[in-house]
């Protein structure tokens, strides 16, 4: 045998009188079409279906759903404003715009962080660029929008919340308890080093500026040269 099935045979080359009526083969895909309606009410574990919202599947912890932006202990945002997430989304749906952070110790940070979720194809490259752990996905998948403007989500909806991971729990992330691996430290745990517009005032004061393998800048160089120089 070819293994090629012949379809043609099957169909007859002619209607008989009860196909060209269509009642019959109307009933008989009604009577399917019942028959498995009454196997559902009367058992309805053997269904291959779920009862959305009652019921929800349970997805893995490696489920690429809705982003969080993480938060450090101080409450502020884990992100830098590096523009890495957005240099590798395939999709170019990330929007951001940097400023300047009041903290010297955490340099910038996004002023604008909007995510175009209709756009968003969920592939977890903006997860895997951000060198500061500052992004995550979770496991929520409820997003439905009525326009647009809704399906931009900024940072008020991307700013990780306790109800909502309690809700859905973590998706895809970089870092999985016990996988032997170490995130990224936290600026906000680093020594504080001044800032070189705050160098003269501190030098006036007296106050001593840290070594160079403390990692504070040539800046320190100069003042420690003025130091034994005087």
Known sequence: MSGV???????????????????PEIFRGMAVTLRHLVLNVVNPRRMPTIQYPEQKRNYSARFRGKHILKTREDGTL?????????????????????GEHPKIAYEKYPVVFDIDMMRCVFCGYCVDACPKDAIWMTRNYEMAFFTREEAVFSIDRLRESKAEIDAHGYGYRPYYPGDGT????????????????????????????????????????????AKFTA
């Open 78 to 98: 884990k992100c830098v404003a590096c523009y890495m997430c957005a240099q590798a989304c395939p999709a170019e749906c990330i929007t951001i715009v940097a």
């Open 5 to 23: 099935i012949d379809v043609s045979a099957r169909i007859p080359d002619r209607l008989t009188f009860w196909q060209r009526l269509y009642l």
């Open 182 to 225: 170490t995130p990224p430290t936290d600026a906000s745990r680093l020594p504080v080093v001044a800032g070189s517009g705050e160098r003269d005032a501190l030098r006036q004061a007296g106050v001593a500026l840290p070594n160079r393998h403390v990692g504070a800048g040539p800046l320190n160089a100069t003042s420690q040269a």
